[in-house]
């Protein structure tokens, strides 16, 4: 069983900084790439970044220069270090993993939770 836990969020003033956190755990015998997706109220889950396991990062760009992500391939973690935030940054935000697991033999893309970010103006 895989399991994808997320930390981090919480309020903030528009401006200021978030650092989202993601540790996968459980059956995992490695994993390709991370990353971190958002859904604002009324609206689709979106792309916010991702990490291969190479190092390759890609950031929508509503977040571009602003927002930044990293992996620890040993620990299967992957934090968003979240600078100058706005108001239109809220949302919940979703880790996401794609890895094999060794229980069902296969490749697949596991979410986490969730966790809030809210940016006051």
């Known amino acids: 069983q895989v399991q994808l836990v997320e930390s981090g969020g919480g309020l903030v003033q528009a401006g200021g900084s978030l650092r989202l956190s993601c540790a996968a755990s459980g059956s995992i015998f490695s994993i390709n790439t991370m990353g971190w997706y958002r859904q604002a109220p009324g609206k689709q889950r979106e792309l916010v970044a991702t990490?291969?396991?190479?190092?390759?990062?890609n950031y929508s760009n509503s977040v571009k220069g602003r927002f930044t992500i990293s992996r620890d391939t040993a620990k299967n973690t992957v934090s968003l270090q979240m600078n100058s935030l706005k108001p239109e940054d809220t949302a919940v935000y979703y880790c996401k993993a794609v890895l094999y697991d060794v229980v069902v033999r296969g490749w697949s893309g596991y979410w986490g939770q969730g966790t809030q970010v809210t940016v006051s103006p």
């Open positions: 990490i291969t396991d190479g190092g390759t990062s």
